[in-house]
């Protein structure tokens, strides 16, 4: 039995509170991730320097997130429309 599409729509709400949870999730493991490897490579940062260089990116992330899961419901949603007709 496929149950492919069976009426599984996530939301803009929910695609947002994910994509949001990972994100800082993320924010978390990059700054942790920055302040182990940036003196591998001679960077020294200070706390607010990491934490500012991490917010950058994260929100950049959060943004990307966000469009690609748009993207792939949109597709998703057009594959179905397809299919049924």
Known sequence: MNNRGAGMKQS??????????????????????????FPIFGLY???QEN??????????SLVRSYVLRRAFEALR???LSGNSG
């Not at 709400?13 to 942790?32: K, R």
């Not at 934490?51 to 950049?60: D, N």
């Open 12 to 37: 803009r709400w929910m695609s947002l509170v994910e994509a949001v949870t990972n994100v800082l999730v993320g924010y978390g493991v990059a700054v942790a991730t920055q302040w182990l490897v």
């Open 45 to 47: 940062a200070t706390l």
């Open 51 to 60: 934490l500012l260089i991490g917010l950058i990116f994260t929100a950049v």
């Open 77 to 79: 949603v057009r594959q």
